[in-house]
């Protein structure tokens, strides 16, 4: 089992900046990737970016790439979002998850364990 803790997350101005941590306990294997989603307002929730617990290989979603930097602490447990240059769409429940598996994945259905999300507000 994994426990997966998100903080963070608040109200901040366009163009601003905002990071969050997810903070995981259990077991999280070398073979683990960890992953941001996020949900906007009345939509579905998407993919925002990945990381390897072993290794660091990194991959984002076209809307966030150059502008969120996912990193992660293996010493602490923890991933990390910083998020800059913020937009208004950028507003959204953002969700930690974790996965074990042979190849990488963007998918909801193949992330068994998920935080409880925190919410990040981008006003214009």
């Known amino acids: 089992q994994v426990q997966l803790v998100e903080s963070g997350g608040g109200l901040v101005q366009a163009g601003g900046s905002l990071s969050l941590s997810c903070a995981a306990s259990?077991?999280?294997?070398?073979?683990?990737?960890m992953a941001w989603f996020r949900q906007p307002p009345g939509k579905e929730r998407e993919f925002v970016a990945r990381?390897?617990?072993?290794?660091?290989?990194?991959y984002y979603a076209d809307s966030v790439k150059g502008r969120f930097t996912i990193s992660r602490d293996n010493t602490k447990n923890t991933v990390y979002l910083q998020m800059s240059s913020l937009k208004p769409e950028d507003t959204a429940v953002y969700y930690c998850?974790?996965?074990?598996?042979?190849?990488?994945?963007?998918?909801?259905?193949?992330?068994?364990?998920w935080g409880q999300g925190t919410q990040v507000t981008v006003s214009s």
């Open positions: 998850a974790v996965r074990t598996g042979l190849w990488p994945s963007t998918a909801i259905r193949d992330y068994p364990y």
């Open positions: 259990g077991r999280i294997s070398s073979g683990s990737e």
């Open positions: 990381i390897y617990w072993s290794g660091g290989t990194t």
